[in-house]
């Protein structure tokens, strides 16, 4: 077995910047955080927990946007370089051929998968609760909606960038309406993105860490040679509330709720002024990674204190070596 690597086409114009001297962290900060702030947008209260792909030589996004009326809302947005970014002044309006499901109460936290032929998002959708809403766009102008893909109550869907034997793929967090004080990562599959079942469990929080209350999946799932990378937020209860890490871990290839390594301390926790300092303090929340395979070289996009959109770097046989080594 060689050097672990990442699977995928090479993303050149990657955002990047190599780690500050003195620093020996795995993962490092951009040093332009928060790179994204309510200022991005019209009528922005906040702007976090964004997904970012690469998009027509440069890169596409999915925002949430909790508005100034207190509204959450998706807004797509451009960027040349996948840090300056131009968000859209309205919501996405989704296109959807049922009333019933299409009916837009609130969206919030989306991820974005290419897979097979165009953008996939995924979020948290109302639907009598928080439950996993489902779409696609080819050009982020015109989006389509799609069936839900799970009863109420669930959170931190997120798709797998291919089919996994066969079959669509992704992971959930069932949780409750409220602010949840439990909730375990689970795997399903789907034949045509609509019927969702074989359900496995992947992962549960861990008693007394950083992770120990619940655990949901962060950015869609890297390949890699040794299995898929997964980032993930785990959350403690502490004496003033929630506290939001992020970790990682490489689930089986073939069979993703199958946990290879997982890491016992945390990748990243809130330290800087605006993870801690916010609507929701002590907040890293990660939902979207880009990743350039020939240089190893990772971006990944969270954030911070339900606020602002940060980004912070790391290079993968690093981050592989330390998930590994620092395994649970
Ligand atoms: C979760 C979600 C996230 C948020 C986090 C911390 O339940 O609502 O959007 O970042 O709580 O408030």
């Given at each position: 077995?060689?050097?672990?690597?990442?699977?995928?086409?090479?993303?050149?114009n990657?955002?990047?910047e190599?780690?500050?001297?003195?620093?020996?962290d795995?993962?490092w900060?951009?040093?332009?955080?928060?790179?994204?702030?309510?200022d991005?947008?019209?009528?922005?209260n906040?702007?976090?927990?964004?997904?970012v792909?690469p998009?027509d030589?440069?890169?596409?996004?999915?925002f949430?946007?909790?508005?100034?009326?207190?509204?959450?809302?998706?807004?797509?947005?451009?960027?040349h370089?996948?840090?300056?970014w131009?968000?859209?002044?309205?919501?996405?309006?989704?296109?959807c051929?049922?009333?019933e499901?299409?009916?837009?109460?609130?969206g919030?936290d989306p991820?974005?998968?290419?897979?097979e032929?165009r953008?996939?998002?995924?979020?948290?959708?109302?639907?009598?609760?928080?439950?996993?809403?489902l779409?696609?766009?080819?050009d982020?102008?015109?989006?389509?909606q799609?069936?839900?893909a799970?009863?109420?109550?669930?959170?931190?869907?997120?798709l797998?960038p291919?089919?996994i034997?066969?079959?669509?793929?992704?992971?959930?967090?069932?949780?409750?309406?409220g602010?949840?004080?439990?909730?375990?990562?689970?795997?399903?599959?789907?034949p045509?993105l609509?019927?969702?079942?074989?359900?496995?469990h992947v992962m549960s929080?861990?008693?007394?860490?950083?992770?120990?209350?619940?655990?949901?999946?962060?950015?869609?799932?890297?390949?890699?040679?040794e299995?898929?990378?997964?980032?993930?937020?785990?959350?403690?209860t502490?004496?003033?509330?929630?506290?939001?890490?992020?970790?990682?871990a490489?689930l089986?290839l073939?069979?993703?709720?199958?946990?290879?390594?997982?890491?016992?301390?945390?990748?990243?926790?809130?330290?800087?002024?605006?993870?801690?300092?916010g609507?929701?303090?002590?907040?890293?929340?990660p939902?979207?990674v880009?990743?350039?395979?020939?240089?190893?070289?990772m971006?990944?996009?969270y954030?911070?204190a339900?606020?602002?959109?940060?980004?912070?770097?790391?290079?993968?046989?690093?981050?592989?070596?330390?998930?590994?080594?620092?395994?649970?």
């Amino acid at each position: 077995m060689g050097q672990a690597r990442l699977v995928g086409p090479a993303l050149p114009n990657i955002p990047w910047e190599d780690r500050p001297q003195g620093c020996s962290d795995v993962i490092w900060r951009s040093r332009r955080n928060p790179i994204i702030t309510r200022d991005a947008a019209a009528k922005a209260n906040s702007i976090f927990n964004s997904a970012v792909v690469p998009f027509d030589g440069g890169f596409a996004g999915v925002f949430r946007v909790d508005t100034t009326a207190r509204n959450m809302e998706l807004r797509t947005g451009k960027s040349h370089d996948g840090i300056t970014w131009a968000i859209e002044e309205s919501r996405i309006e989704f296109v959807c051929d049922d009333p019933e499901v299409g009916k837009f109460v609130y969206g919030y936290d989306p991820r974005v998968t290419w897979l097979e032929d165009r953008y996939y998002v995924t979020w948290c959708n109302w639907y009598h609760g928080p439950t996993i809403g489902l779409g696609y766009t080819f050009d982020f102008r015109t989006f389509y909606q799609m069936e839900n893909a799970f009863l109420p109550f669930n959170r931190n869907g997120v798709l797998f960038p291919r089919r996994i034997r066969g079959k669509y793929a992704m992971l959930s967090r069932p949780s409750d309406p409220g602010h949840t004080p439990f909730g375990d990562i689970f795997y399903s599959e789907s034949p045509d993105l609509t019927h969702w079942g074989k359900h496995r469990h992947v992962m549960s929080p861990v008693p007394n860490s950083w992770q120990s209350t619940k655990v949901g999946a962060g950015p869609v799932p890297v390949e890699t040679t040794e299995g898929w990378l997964l980032f993930y937020h785990g959350v403690l209860t502490s004496c003033n509330g929630f506290v939001y890490s992020f970790g990682a871990a490489i689930l089986d290839l073939d069979e993703p709720w199958k946990v290879i390594y997982r890491t016992r301390p945390y990748l990243l926790s809130p330290r800087e002024p605006y993870e801690c300092v916010g609507d929701v303090p002590n907040v890293v929340f990660p939902t979207a990674v880009l990743c350039d395979p020939p240089t190893g070289r990772m971006a990944i996009y969270y954030g911070g204190a339900d606020t602002v959109t940060c980004i912070a770097f790391a290079y993968f046989a690093e981050l592989f070596e330390f998930v590994k080594e620092n395994s649970l």
